[in-house]
């Protein structure tokens, strides 16, 4: 679901990105249109555009969203990053603001903003005119996997070659302007012209948690209560080399298989009595298939072929809630009913882009500024592909497709964080990490939160991308006790989700929906309206197929 706040692009980089002016640290607020949950203000704050450079006037507008705390006295602000990186924050708190209010005890202001990349704030497109996009996405095959054919690596390795240029050629006046470090930087100038005092509260998902990760180590003595879900590992990221990014994918798509035949009723592929290990085969045969014969499944010549199958599926692991639709559209193709089968595009038409004409490359803007090696020779890149290969037969080749535009991006992010993300933060972050995470794995939230002395990892026993997309009451209490008194969970704690997959029961029906009134919800620690939120929460959040 998409939800709109109205900022006219003036507020954007046309009218900010080349302003020379002292800066205002205050935050510019004034009411806005919305068709979120809660009022909403709007608001703009002057930052500098470079941080690495005293001598440059220029500055940045920042666009921010505001929801007011329901509860008082209230505590401070907690600022949010919903991942990608190319996702802006402001969307997230405008179109589920009651349910994070429920979620973290109604005790905080909520702020969203839209780092640099994204959005409105220095949009990074290298092709503006859609027609030229569908024409260069379609010609380079810039969106195939890496196994989708024999060429396929090449292919994606020129494509990308191909983008930098691109990039380079229309971005280059900003293309070292749109790095992580910089928006930590950005993330603390948001603090300062709150005037709430010194600390940061933070809530990071997904690419989000390295965001996190780097405004923690730069800032150690600034951050109040921080909370990192669906973790990176931070030097991986940075190393590009995200190999861990896979490690759990093929157990975790095993699952998929396991639940559907627990569940026949509610699993279209188990039939006949098949076991788990044979529908897995099954499915491996029919991508076989497919990257050979691909097959037109309706009127509207949706083709399933290699990559898009491997896109629905991968798209589908992030989001448990979606494995019947995924089983259908299987089973559509398995038995040449193109009724079912025309679920599967369908899938990845039920993921649009928001702001699809502005920021359009934001994640490889960011992601490739961020990364530090480079070279300009693909053979260089064979071992560690082979190695994605090897350790995920399911996403190997889709994870390791953006080895094919960081190692050769033509930008480095200016400000970027070069220290080892070992420190002793003023207040102990809080790291959540699921069992069978198909992207983010437990490890990784291990390994992050082992350099960030006192800090906790929280278990969470589920399947689907961060701990929303298969929710748990025990975890979203840990996270709310944590907002509202700043208490830990105990070393080692798990918590095991509420439902389990392929389950027949929505959150509606098992539990009374979010009342009218947000403060009456809070006021009786309802646990019904606790996890109805959650569940609208992992609804809503999506994550493209290359990004995190």
Known sequence: ??????????????????????????????????????????????????????????????????????????????????????????????????????????????????PRGTSTTIPFNCIPDATDRSLFLTTSKAGDYLNATDSAIGQSWAAMTALGDLCSESNGDTGELIGTGFVARDLMQIVDALDEGPLLNYWGFSYGTILGDTVAAMFPDRMGKIVLDGNLNPHDYY????????????????????????????????????????????????LYSVKFKPVVVNASNNLVDYSLLKRAVQTAMYSPSIWPTLALGLHGLLTSNMTEAAFLPEILAQHPKIYPDLGYDALQGIRGGDVTPRTRDLIFLYPLIDQFFA???????????????????????????????????????????????????????????????????????GYGHTSLKQPALCTAKVVRAYFTDGTLPAPNTKCEPTFGLFSNTTFEQEFAPITNSTKRALDHDDDAALMSALGRLGAGMSHHHWGI
């Open 1 to 114: 679901m998409l939800f709109s706040v109205f900022f006219p692009l003036a507020f954007g980089l046309h009218s900010s990105f080349a302003e020379s002016r002292p800066l205002k640290k205050t935050i510019d607020w004034f009411p806005c249109t919305q068709n979120g949950s809660l009022p909403l203000t709007c608001g703009t704050l002057t930052v500098p555009l470079d941080y690495t450079d005293p001598g440059c006037n220029s500055t940045l507008k920042l666009q921010l969203t505001k929801v007011s705390a329901v509860k008082q006295p209230k505590k401070g602000s907690i600022l949010f990053n919903p991942g990608g990186p190319e996702n802006g924050g402001r969307e997230l708190v405008a179109g589920r603001a009651a349910e994070f209010q429920i979620a973290i005890g109604g005790e905080y202001d909520l702020i969203g903003f839209d």
């Open 239 to 286: 190393a590009g080399n995200d190999l861990e990014l896979v490690t759990d994918t093929d157990a975790s798509f095993d699952g998929f298989f396991t639940g559907c035949v627990a569940h026949p009723d509610m699993c279209a592929l188990a039939t006949n009595g098949s076991t788990a290990d044979e529908l897995k085969v099954q499915f491996y045969d029919l």
């Open 391 to 461: 350790k995920s037969q399911l996403l190997g080749d889709s994870f390791s497709q953006a080895l094919m535009f960081t190692m050769q991006w033509p930008f480095h992010a200016k400000g970027a964080y070069t220290g080892d993300f070992h420190v002793k933060t003023k207040n102990p972050i809080l790291f959540i990490g699921s069992d069978l995470d198909p992207i983010t794995p437990l490890t990784s939230a291990l390994n992050a939160s082992a350099g960030f002395e006192g800090s906790v990892v929280l278990q969470h026993g």
